[in-house]
Every structure is written in C-alpha cells, then in structure tokens.
C-alpha cells in the first residue's frame, strides 16, 4: 500500500508543509519506503521527480523541500510495494500525454488481474498494477474522446465512470491530473481538505511542525489538499465516501461524482 | 539554437563532469541560458530533470552535479530559444512512451514549417518545432513497426529514414535514446567521443577542470559521449558528417547510416 498526496490551488503555491509530512510517512514515520514521486505541473506540462528509495532519506527530496517550486497543480506519492519490485519503472506518479497534455497518476491500493484490461496505444513501462491500470483508463479517454472536452462535466464523467469500471476489479483510490484538475476516487480511504480565509495555523500530524497560513496567504487564496491519511492534526478534513470521485478545480471541490 | 549531449556506456557511469561541462554553456561560458534538462534512464523508463532557466545558475543543476545517478544512457540538452518562450512544456529532453519505452529527444536547430508533418497520436504540448518534429518521427515509427523491432537494424534504418525526411525541412541536429540505444543526427554540428582503455585524463574546453578517467573505471569499460561542441581540448572527438545518423549500443558505435 502507499500514500497519496494531491493539491490543487487558485494561485501558485508551494507543497513543502505537506510534502514534508508525506515524506516522513516514507520510510521515517511510515512504512513506504520503496519510492517516492513528486509531479509540479506548469500549464499543461507537468515535471516529475522520481526516487527508488525511501524519501525520508532521500537527498532530492530534501532538495524539493528546501527550494519549493510554485504550482497550481502538484501530485505526490509514497511506496510501499505491493506489486513490482523497487526501481525506477514502478515508481509513482506515471505521467502519458493524451490531448497534448501531461496526464499524471498515483495509486493507492492493488487492482487484481488488471492485465486483463486493454491499455490501446498506452503501454505499461513496469511491472505495477497501478500503471497498468492507468493506462487502461487513458485508453477508455482516449478511445471515446478525440480531443480534451470542451463540456469539462462530460470528461468528468467519462473518468467516473472509466475509473469505477477498473475500481471493480480491486482496490482504487488514486488521484489524477491533467494540467487543469485534480480527479481523487476514494475506495477505501482519502481525505481533503480546502484551506482559505481566514486562514489559521496547522500542525503536522506526525511531527510538531506548525505553520501560520496567514502568514502566507491573501484573502482570495484557495488551496484544496488531498491525502491517504490526514496529514495535519488540527484542520477539518473530510473523509471519502467509496465509490465516489471529487474533482477540484482552482482550489474548489467542483463535483462529487459516483465511481462504481 | 541549443547544445546537445548524450552518454551511452556498457557500466553505469555519472555523467557529472560533461554534465558540468554543459553548465557552463549554460549562461556563463555560452549562451544557452533559455532552460536545461537531463534525462537518465533506468532500463527502459527515464527520470527528466527540467528547469527553464540558465542551467549555470541553477540549484537544481548544482543538485544534480553534487549527488551523481550513475546510468548507461542519459540526453542533456541547454536551451537558447528560437521558437517558443521560455516555460517548462518548450524545455527539451521531451519524452513520450512507444512500445512500453520510454523515447527521450534533445534537438538543436530549427525546422520550418514542421506543422504540415502529421504526428498521429502524439500530440506536443508545447510551442516548440523541436517536440513537433520529436511527436512526427515518433508516429512515422510508430505507424510502421506494432511493437518494438526484434530486428535492431531495422529499427535503426526506420530512424535514419524518418529523421531524414524530416531534416528536409531544416536544421535537424538531435539525439535521441529508447532504453537501449542513443542515436545522433548530424545536420550541421555534433561530435562524439568514446572513453575506452588505456584511459587518461581529460581537460574541459571551457575551464580547467580536468579528471583523471583512469583512475574511477575499469579496463573493459565503454563510455560514449555525444556532444554538439567537444566538451574536452585534450581528447580525440570525431566530426560528425552532415545527413548521417550514429547508432551506439553498449559504449560503441555500432552504425552509421544515411539520414537524408
């Protein structure tokens, strides 16, 4: 199993409070300590970094939280390996353009007999289900829709939909990008939270670091956060229903949709 | 216009010191100050660091010097732009995956009017004629071969073939790696070079940093390195001859071939 890590925002924003929490959760506080990933988009590019090892102990992820890079739409993941063996290849987050745009995905959970599932012209580079699975949703986009939608609710759905298709074959909660929104299924266990004015502080869950958001922000600021496990001790966050999808969009939960 | 350099070896090797060589050109010693990315592979997946700005004043390039990843193929490219501004989705190594591979493409030059070239199911996310040109080789290969060639020979020639019709068009000095091999095209500029035994030292053209080869390899080792300008004054760089194409495989060169 591993943990997830998503945030989507209205104005650029850096995720090194939470990174840092996932990152202790990698191999420190936590015992995934078989990868971590970190993908920051720009527009609709996204840059990936990757590490086959433990991100508590990771050079380049102190790197990551030590020079924080602004975005609006970041994913990051921990490992711990169910499937597939520790290397580069098996690494979270998986990145494929489809529609000339980054599409990014992490993985929590296993979905069983996936290689079952067509992929189309998106081939699985690893050994993981959780990749595997990825492709064979981009293939069910990509098969029904020739470009990105310009009616965002119908692609909204056409990801329900693909993804509660794939999520009955096992354990899927994920989280998506596509340079524009970020898609989180819960299956088994999420939970996000939207930090805006007034803005307090927040203290990790796993550590007593506390950071005064107010500091930081301006009023019109909108930051939605997704993660496995709550990763501070003291903000509301709400726990997923399985079975459905949240879609965020410029720091606002835009729709709960049901994923089976 | 932009500089290229590969690396393809039969040992894990660090690219640091032509890495370190690039740099330079990067904003200090040259002019390429427009954006940087390395890319390294782990067998056939590639990690891509990026950055749009001036590798030389980078931390993320010092990060990348400081903490060497040792691998046996690997593209770095520094950019000063023609086409396209300065922004994360025009920063080369660009990357699509093909026949479960990860594919990585570096270029320097321009090529005019590359919008008229199909690119199928690859679509650029960015403004540049270089990932245009990356997306419509791409799909020429992709169009022609279901699954990556059992024959390497007849891969190699799909490559020249393709790049030469496109290099029609242009200026089409690129390198190019799919987990196994590094092909350079040379339509103007390239150099390369192969370390091999008895190794000596070498000394950068653009500073004084000199490394004593014999002393971190092994007798059977084989580095290959590809590089728009030698990155070296004192070591035996071949010429490349405009509309040929480099093949190397395990630190040699295993063909050249006709690009035009």
Chains 1, 2 share one sequence.
């Not at 489809?98 to 599932?117: I, M, Q």
């Not at 307090?200 to 107010?214: E, G, I, K, Y």
Request: aromatic share 8%; net charge positive; hydrophobic share 40%.
């Amino acid at each position: 199993m591993c943990e997830l890590l998503g945030m989507e925002c209205n104005v650029p924003t850096d995720i090194v409070f939470s990174f840092h929490a996932l990152s202790l959760r990698g191999g420190l506080k936590g015992p995934h300590s078989d990868g971590w990933g970190l993908a920051l988009y720009e527009r609709h590019a996204a840059r990936v970094f990757l590490e086959p090892r433990a991100a508590a102990h990771s050079e380049l992820a102190r790197y990551v939280r030590e020079n924080p890079i602004k975005t609006l739409l970041a994913i990051a993941h921990v490992r711990r390996k169910t499937r597939g063996a520790v290397s580069l290849e098996n690494t979270h987050p998986f990145m494929r353009e489809l529609w000339g745009r980054h599409f990014v995905f992490a993985h929590n959970g296993t979905v069983r007999r996936v290689r079952h599932l067509p992929t189309g012209r998106f081939h699985p580079i690893g050994r993981t289900d959780s990749e595997h699975a990825f492709c064979a949703l981009l293939h069910v986009l990509q098969r029904d829709h020739k470009s990105y939608p310009r009616d965002r609710e119908k692609l909204w759905r056409a990801i329900a939909r693909a993804a509660g298709e794939i999520g009955q074959h096992g354990t899927f909660n994920f989280l998506l990008a596509d340079g524009e929104h970020l898609y989180a299924r819960c299956a088994t266990r999420l939970h996000y939270l939207i930090r805006k004015a007034p803005f307090r502080t927040a203290t990790l869950a796993d550590d007593d670091l506390t950071v005064d958001f107010s500091s930081l922000t301006t009023p019109r600021d909108r930051v939605a956060v997704v993660a496995t496990v709550p990763l501070t001790r003291d903000e509301p966050w709400t726990t997923g229903v399985p079975g459905e999808l949240w879609v965020f969009r410029k720091g606002r939960l835009r729709a709960t949709l049901k994923s089976t």
